[in-house]
């Protein structure tokens, strides 16, 4: 669509739902469907250039770093494709659905995506090679964001992590739900200066501090110390009651 005044400018029809996010580089466009393909688009008049056809649907959104695509599918492979031409330049098997969209370290030549067995996985942007894998308590469906010497990527375990990109290694973690009101975290975080956003399912949106590793106490704290105070006073009560008799 035209930018100023919203006109139509083409449409393409894939043939099924469209839920992975265009990305728009040199004047292609790269975008994935339900019916397992990616496609690379003309930005111009919307033709098809190419398309690769991968084993299942593609939720995921695609990547780009140095004339190549990265994008997951369900099919449970990440793909590397050629810009030119969408030749599999290599694939890599995370074991199970993948959701999540590649986030590109181009410092590192490190590609960090998620996948449905729980896992948050980095390869080598070059060949396809495990770095590091990590894995947390669910799926991983969420997008990891890059800051610093970290990476930020939330679970449906409710958890949102913080992970060092070079070993994976977990540096500290946030679960406002405190696992017993855990809401998935799907959301891709976003950090902005030392502020880490991220939201849930449950409809909270977090601010956390990534320096200080900290956050504002989570309403689900109280609703626990409620729950410890009423059961704290049922026990109470009926002790008394048993004392009576």
């Known amino acids: ?34 019916n397992g393909k990616v496609y690379a688009l003309s930005e111009s008049d919307g033709n098809e250039v190419w398309s690769y056809t991968s084993g299942d649907a593609i939720r995921s959104s695609p990547a780009f770093w140095n004339g190549t695509v990265y994008v997951g599918s369900d099919d449970g492979n990440i793909y590397a494709l050629s810009e030119s031409d969408g030749n599999v330049i290599w694939k890599y098997s995370l074991g199970d659905r993948v959701y999540s969209s590649p986030s590109v370290d181009t410092e590192e030549n490190s590609v960090f995506i998620g996948c449905d067995d729980g896992n948050i996985t980095s390869l080598d942007t070059r060949t396809g090679a495990l770095k590091w894998s990590f894995h947390t308590g669910a799926p991983v469906r969420s997008t990891p964001a890059l800051f610093e010497n970290m990476i930020a990527v939330g679970s449906d375990d409710g958890t949102l992590y913080i992970l060092n990109k070079y070993s994976g290694r977990e540096e500290w973690s946030y679960s406002p739900g405190y696992y017993l009101f855990s809401s998935p975290v799907s959301s891709s975080p976003v950090v902005y200066g ?26 689900f704290a109280y609703y626990i110390i409620a729950v410890i105070l009423v059961i704290a006073g049922a026990v109470i009560g009926l002790r008394k009651v048993a004392g009576r008799r």
Do not use: H
């Open 194 to 219: 030392k502020t880490v956003y991220f939201a849930t399912e449950n409809g909270y949106i977090y601010a956390l501090d990534s320096k200080k590793k900290e956050a504002p106490t989570s309403v």
């Open 1 to 34: 669509m035209d930018r100023d005044d919203g006109s139509k400018k083409w449409e393409f029809y894939t043939g099924d739902a469209v839920k992975s996010s265009p990305l728009p580089v040199n004047g292609t466009l790269y975008v994935g469907s339900f």
